[in-house]
Each structure stands twice: as structure tokens, then as C-alpha cells.
């Protein structure tokens, strides 16, 4: 075996001194890009505090355990999410494979048996037929003189994060579109409640009118102004019902499971949570820490970053060991295949090699320049995002503080259009006003109290929208997986997936690499 450790040596000692030579990572490193950054908030309120505060469960401002069950819920089963959640699995499959690129490329064993029949006309005479058996071992290397690799694995780095970031945004959105579609429920069951109510004082109205029609006290008139405003009343019945219907329906998908009443879940029909006075936003500083859309664009502009080192590499030449290992007999000579093993059936090929695309560096240099237009844009983008995020934070901002302004204007005009119907109808039945002002009342009512209940329902929507505009809700999940136990379970029968399926954090690519590399 002597010819093997010296061939050995000799791989090590070239592998060696190429990595001496040269350990040039190309393209720039990446820094974190700057964005403008507000220094306060513009919405200015006695509702808003500016106190630092943890977003994380910020649904249990409303104090509804129905809507903390509903959010738990559609975290552990809405499909979507596991979507997302499969897809860090995928990056880590391909954070993987980049890292593989780090180490021999090409690594395998192989083998052949041949029976040879040789043509009795050739030109050197017959010598009748032979057979030649062989089997070794081949490896090529190509090292990473310029980077290139690592830049690869750093872009699946930062392709990992990305689809991080990507799950955090899609669990902000789901914990406030199932608190959206929830205040939407509640406020359609408060419309519906209210539009009930009011079906019940007109039909007092209409029966008191036509009484007086038939004992010949009034006019006709009165009573059909009774029977089609009562009949204007009920039919925002159906209509309020089929909202109320369909928001159920869009819970029940955000919650993974075919439409249904949701009754269970619900527990019947409820009111519209209450607001808290004031409501902690933080400094606009704390913004891009926390939404995860923006460390996304972060992520992108990282992952483009280094495609720009792997593009540049290809402009120098890229260095390589191969070599090839094994046994060969034949007996088409003295010698036999039984001596396949023998040290003298030994036969070695190691050495450097190298190739340099010379003639493409037209090609090569405009892939680098399409590379870092496309960073540029990623940084433009990032930019832009941030400009976006406070864009959401102060329109939510100022929506609530405005819908709350609304709400309560609205209590007073739903309080005197109450009262109005109490007047009105003393006063038809005193004489001394007519009808109309009765019906008139009475629509005034059904309108004020709608439009008092719509605006409560968009003081709670206009929170929801500054929480999610805040960026939180994800921090849910920190400590869990990011795939279900039924995906994970379903996934392993199929394939072997090692621990890529339950990662407890996620290492960075060094540390992925085998202890005595490192």
C-alpha cells in the first residue's frame, strides 16, 4: 500500500498549497442598508403612548378569550402558514446543498467487467478474445480559490433568513385578518341585533296605524308609510345576514377547516370587544426591528449580495485536484483476473488542474453587472418598504384616533335619535304632530344606531391595523417548530430528512461543518 500512501500525500500536499496561494473572497460584503428613519410619529393623541412595549400578543387588548382560542387555532392549523413553513424547510435542504458545493465535487466508486472478442483480420493477427475487470475510486475537487462557493453558501444563508422573515410576516398577517374577520362578525351580530329591535318598534307603529285606519282616525297614507318603512327595515335583514355568513365562511378557512356556523367556537352571537383607552406604539426606530416584511427585504438584498462574489469568480481561473484510484487485471496476457487485488494491479492518476473561461468575459462581466443591478434594486427596495411600514403605522394611527372622535359623535346622534321616536310617538298619539314625523324618527333611528355600531367596529378594526402595521404577532412562535407535527410526520415516511425537519435554531453554515474541518 505504499503506492496509495504516497499518492495520498501527494493529494494533500497540492490541495494545501493551492489553499495557501489564495483564499480571495470576491464581490462586496454585505452591510446592513440605510434607510430614512422618522424620529417621531405625526399622529399625535392622548390615546397613543409612545412607551416601548412587546407586540407579541397584542390581541388580549380585548380581553376576548373567544378571540385568543380563534388565533391559537388558526396558528397551529391555517394551511398558508404551513406553506411557509415548509418552504424554511426547503431552504435548508438548500442551504445544504450549497454547503456540499464547499467539498469534493464529484466522489464515486466504480466498476466494470468487459468480455472482448477481437477480429481474427485485424492488422496485428489474431490472438482470440480476452477479459478485463477493473475497479476504483475517482474524486475531483474544485476549490474555492475566489470565493465562489462560499459566496453560494452565503446567499443560501441569507435565503434561509429570508424565508424566516417570510414566516413571521405571514403570522402577522394571519393574527390580524382572523381578528379582523372576527370584529367583522361581531359587529355584523350587533347590526342584525339592532335591526331586529328596530323590525319590533315598527311593527308596534304599524299595527298602532292601522288601527287608527280602520277605526277611521287617520288616513290610509299613515299606514302604507308604516307598512314600507317597516318593510325597509327588514330587509337589512338578509342583507347583514349574508355578510354575517361570509365572514364565518372566510374564518373558517383562515381556521384550515371547510365552512361551518362556527357556533361552537363562537358561543352564539356577542358584541364588538372593548378598546383600551391608550394603546403603546414605541418609536418609530423600533419599526424596522420588528416587522418582519422588512428584515425580508433586508434578506433579499443579503441573498443578491453574494451572487455578485459567484459571478465575478468566473471572471479568474478555477483550480482543481482530481485523481483516480483502483485496480485493473485482464488475461490477455501472462496475467489473470484472480489478480485483480494485487498491489501490482494498482493504478494511480493525481494531479492539479485548471480552467479559465478567457474567451467569455463579455458574457461573464454583464452576468456580474445584471447581479448588481439586481442588488441595487433590492437596496432601493428595502428603502422603500421602510418608507411603506411608517406609511401603514401612521394611516392606522390616525384612523383609529379619528374612528374613536367618530364613535363617540355617533353615541350622541344614536342617543337623540332614540329619544326623537319616544317624542314623536307621544306626540302622534296626543294629536299634535302628523305621522310622518313618526316614520321619519324612526328611520333616523335605524340609520344612527348602524352607523354608531359601524364605527365602534372600525375603532377596533382601525387597533387591529395599527398592531399589524407595528409588526406584531410572530414572536408566537418563537420556541416552536415551523412545521406541523402531521406535514413532519408525513414528510419522514417519504424521505430522510435527518434533522432538517426540527431544527431547534438555525446554525449559521460554518458551524454546519464537520468538526475537524472547522
Not at 490472438?127 to 477493473?134: M, S
Not at 493504478?347 to 467569455?360: A, K
Not at 364613535?407 to 321616536?421: D, E, G, I, L, Q
Request: negative net charge.
Amino acid at each position: 500500500m505504499t503506492k496509495a500512501r504516497q499518492s495520498g500525500r501527494i493529494f494533500v500536499s497540492l490541495y494545501l498549497l493551492l489553499v495557501m496561494i489564495g483564499c480571495t473572497t470576491l464581490g462586496p460584503d454585505f452591510e446592513s442598508p440605510e434607510a430614512p428613519i422618522a424620529t417621531s410619529w405625526q399622529t399625535k393623541d392622548a390615546s397613543l403612548a409612545k412607551d416601548p412595549s412587546e407586540q407579541a400578543e397584542w390581541w388580549k387588548l380585548f380581553n376576548d378569550p373567544v378571540l385568543d382560542t380563534l388565533i391559537q387555532t388558526a396558528y397551529r392549523q391555517n394551511l398558508p402558514l404551513q406553506v411557509a413553513g415548509l418552504r424554511i424547510v426547503e431552504a435548508r435542504a438548500q442551504l445544504g446543498i450549497a454547503v456540499g458545493s464547499f467539498f469534493p465535487q464529484t466522489q464515486q466508486v466504480r466498476g466494470s467487467f468487459d468480455h472482448n472478442d477481437l477480429s481474427r483480420n485485424r492488422p496485428l493477427g489474431a490472438i482470440g478474445n480476452f477479459r478485463d475487470a477493473q475497479i476504483g475510486f475517482d474524486a475531483a475537487w474544485e476549490l474555492d480559490f475566489w470565493g465562489r462557493f462560499r459566496r453560494g453558501i452565503e446567499s443560501a444563508e441569507a435565503n434561509l433568513a429570508f424565508n424566516v422573515a417570510d414566516y413571521d410576516n405571514a403570522l402577522v398577517s394571519l393574527t390580524s385578518e382572523i381578528a379582523r374577520v372576527y370584529i367583522t362578525i361581531r359587529t355584523l351580530e350587533e347590526r342584525l341585533a339592532l335591526a331586529r329591535s328596530n323590525i319590533a318598534l315598527q311593527e308596534e307603529s304599524l299595527r298602532i296605524a292601522r288601527v287608527r285606519f280602520e277605526n277611521g282616525a287617520t288616513s290610509e297614507l299613515d299606514f302604507q308609510q308604516a307598512t314600507y318603512n317597516l318593510g325597509n327595515t327588514r330587509a337589512l335583514v338578509p342583507t347583514l345576514f349574508r355578510s354575517l355568513r361570509q365572514a364565518k365562511n372566510s374564518l373558517s378557512i383562515l381556521l384550515g377547516m371547510p365552512p361551518n356556523d362556527l357556533r361552537e367556537m363562537l358561543g352564539g352571537d356577542g358584541s364588538i370587544p372593548d378598546v383600551p383607552v391608550t394603546i403603546t406604539t414605541g418609536m418609530p426606530a423600533d419599526l424596522i426591528r420588528r416587522r418582519p416584511d422588512i428584515r425580508q427585504a433586508e434578506y433579499l438584498a443579503a441573498t443578491q449580495s453574494a451572487l455578485i462574489g459567484v459571478a465575478k469568480a468566473e471572471l479568474f481561473p478555477s483550480f482543481s485536484l482530481t485523481g483516480t484510484i483502483g485496480f485493473q487485471a485482464s488475461d490477455f496476457a501472462s496475467s489473470n483476473l484472480s489478480d485483480l487485488f494485487d498491489t501490482e494491479s494498482m493504478f494511480l492518476t493525481v494531479g492539479p488542474s485548471f480552467r479559465w473561461n478567457i474567451l467569455n468575459y463579455g458574457r461573464i462581466w454583464n452576468n456580474v453587472r445584471v447581479q448588481d443591478a439586481r442588488l441595487q434594486q433590492s437596496l432601493v427596495n428595502y428603502r422603500n418598504a421602510v418608507l411603506i411600514a411608517y406609511q401603514e403605522v401612521e394611516d392606522a394611527m390616525v384612523a383609529f384616533v379619528q374612528s374613536q372622535q367618530e364613535s363617540n359623535f355617533r353615541n350622541v346622534s344614536a342617543k337623540a335619535a332614540s329619544r326623537s321616536v319616544e317624542i314623536a310617538n307621544i306626540q302622534y298619539r296626543e294629536g299634535t304632530v302628523s305621522f310622518q314625523r313618526v316614520i321619519d324618527s324612526e328611520r333616523a333611528l335605524v340609520e344612527q344606531q348602524d352607523l354608531w355600531t359601524v364605527a365602534r367596529g372600525d375603532v377596533a378594526l382601525s387597533l387591529i391595523a395599527t398592531y399589524k402595521a407595528l409588526g406584531g404577532g410572530w414572536e408566537i412562535r418563537e420556541g416552536d417548530e415551523f412545521i406541523s407535527n402531521e406535514n413532519r410526520d408525513e414528510m419522514e415516511e417519504r424521505t430522510n430528512w435527518s434533522n432538517l425537519l426540527s431544527q431547534p435554531t438555525e446554525q449559521s453554515w460554518w458551524q454546519r461543518l464537520p468538526n475537524w474541518f472547522r
